[in-house]
């Protein structure tokens, strides 16, 4: 048994963000974001919260998929930027969708955190525990954002992105997923809440930090080293893929990809010029805009990969 995906769904916050804007906050232009990362705007949420953005995206998926909210046996959702620690966002999404007859839960995994939830609910569909699963990842980035820091502030925004999955025989469903604990000082986001018992304190908001050289340096090794891990458990060759829909932080990461898998950049699908880096939501934002737009066929071979803070990486090759 494989999930299908039966239907997609998304949702940003009206707000939108030119880069021009940001350069009022911090010294900045938009010709440096658009080279530097292929960024052009962002939204960010206003009254939006995690919770919000991810049932609107899971009502969009239900409603491609043509289910009801009470068919639906699990609810997980990938996100860094709960609203609350708990409840979790998958039970406030239960309560706003009406899924009465599902369990849900949060996963942590960054940007990696959509694939990883994806693979969750794979594993479960093929252990027999569950057939239709709703796979949300929802961030609010700017929430956790240093809003004088130009070297980040720059790079995020806010979003929610769905997939229904259903039980089916037969499919292409392969995974690969890795962590390298020591090197996730890299890339950290500290609770903002964190006491220090030695010497207690108020602690100032913490926020997002990232050496972005090294960020990027990870992204482009790992990200193609997935990609071959992927293609020789279903010995496939890479001419053979479709679309590769990488997590959407940057576009020279996406190129530089590309160009170590050997594929043109014409099948690595890109929308992080509308929408910065929105986190766990960007690749199910991307798979939805580009199923709303017609682009995919079924039987169309994808590989979707993720890459992140952790570090975390991790990718899966399906049939859509
Ligand atoms: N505007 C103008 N100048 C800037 C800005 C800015 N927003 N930010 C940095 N600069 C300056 C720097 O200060 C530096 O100036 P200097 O030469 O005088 O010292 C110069 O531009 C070059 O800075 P670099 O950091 O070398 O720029 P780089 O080309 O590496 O681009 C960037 C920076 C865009 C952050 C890049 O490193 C990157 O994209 N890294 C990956 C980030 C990423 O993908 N993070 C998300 C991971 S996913 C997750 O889990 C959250």
Known sequence: MTGRILGTGAYVPARIVENQELAKLVDTNDAWIRERTGIARRHVAEEETTSYMAAQAAREALCQAEISSEEVDLILVATSTPDTIFPCVACEVQKAIKAANSVGFDLNAACSGFLLAYQTAQAYIQAGLYKTILVIGSDSMSHVIDWTDRGTCILFGDGAGAVILRAEEGGLCFHAAHSDGAG????????????????????????????????????????????????????????????????????????AAAKRIGAEISRFPMNLQEYGNTSAA???????????????????????????????????????
Request: proline content about 3%; charged content about 30%; overall charge neutral.
């Open 282 to 320: 960007s690749i199910p934002i991307l798979l939805d805009e580009w199923n709303r737009k017609g682009l995919l066929k079924r039987g169309n071979k994808l590989i979707l990969a993720g890459f992140g803070a952790g570090l975390s990486w991790a990718g899966s090759l399906l049939e859509w």
């Open 184 to 255: 996730g000082g890299v890339l950290t986001g500290r609770s903002r809440h964190r006491k220090d018992w030695e010497e207690p304190k108020h602690m100032e908001e913490t926020f997002l930090h990232m050496d972005g050289q090294r960020v990027f340096k990870f992204a482009v090794r790992s990200v193609p080293e997935i990609v071959e891990e992927l293609l020789k458990q279903a010995q496939m060759k890479q001419e053979e893929i479709d679309y590769f829909f990488l997590h959407q932080a940057n576009k020279r990461i996406i190129e």
